[in-house]
């Protein structure tokens, strides 16, 4: 199966910040990498697939990047909305796999 | 809007048979994928399998022996079976459209236990 690290499990910024949460793959994947975020009492959102492209309705503030093994998704400008649990997605073989999450708080 | 929404017990004892069912509203079942997904005390999460638009299914090697996705196109509605499972089945269920999931159910919290 192809591991998926997501080496932070829990970030920290301010409104307006930037952040950024990687994503390891276990081998390459090319671009087939999808990242959802999960808030609490909401169903999960899928924001970003191909690895960078913006899922429809997902703000521009959010942005990903990588092919191969390494990716990241990027969130500028922070928003009080952001926070919650980020998680990456391999689609280039079965089974899918998930990062372990990353938490991401609002201070 | 396409609307996915879990159901089925709560509390299973170990070594029975899980069940559940998503009902799928605004989109047809025999159209796209559809699957089940598990996530952990912890945060784990874990792909289970999928039923295709045709009826088709693939299930994680992991779960071969124990799992069962069926559908009932009539109700627009699937099933998850995960059969002899233990405590280490805990966790809660979410269906999903797609491998790549756009829409997802809320979840269903399952505890396995005596």
């Known amino acids: 199966d192809v591991q998926m690290t997501q080496s932070l499990s829990y970030l920290a910024a301010s409104p307006g910040e930037s952040v950024s949460i990687s994503c390891k793959a276990s081998k390459s994947i090319s671009n087939y990498l999808a990242w959802y975020q999960q808030k609490p009492g909401e169903a999960y959102k899928l924001l970003i697939y191909?690895?960078?492209t913006l899922q429809s309705g997902t703000p521009s503030r959010f942005s990903g990047s990588g092919s191969g093994t390494d990716f990241t998704l990027t969130i500028r400008s922070l928003e009080p909305e952001d926070f919650g649990l980020y998680y990456c997605?391999?689609?280039?073989?079965?089974?899918?796999?998930f990062g372990s999450g990353t938490k991401l708080e609002i201070k | 809007e396409v609307q996915l929404q879990e159901s089925g017990p709560g509390l299973v004892k170990p070594s029975q048979s899980l069940s559940l069912t998503c009902s799928v509203t605004g989109y047809s079942i025999t159209s796209n994928y559809w699957g089940w997904i598990r996530k952990f005390p912890g945060n784990k999460m874990e792909w289970m399998g999928y039923?295709?638009?045709?009826?088709?299914?693939s299930y994680n090697p992991s779960l071969k022996s124990r799992i069962s996705i069926t559908r009932d196109t009539s109700k627009n509605q699937f099933f998850l079976q995960l059969n002899s499972v233990t405590t280490e089945d805990t966790a809660t269920y979410y269906c999903?459209?797609?491998?790549?999931?756009?829409?997802w159910g809320q979840g269903v919290m399952v505890t396995v236990s005596s």
């Open positions: 039923i295709s638009y045709s009826g088709s299914t």
């Open positions: 999903a459209r797609r491998m790549v999931a756009d829409y």
């Open positions: 997605q391999q689609y280039y073989e079965k089974p899918l796999t």
């Open positions: 191909s690895g960078s």
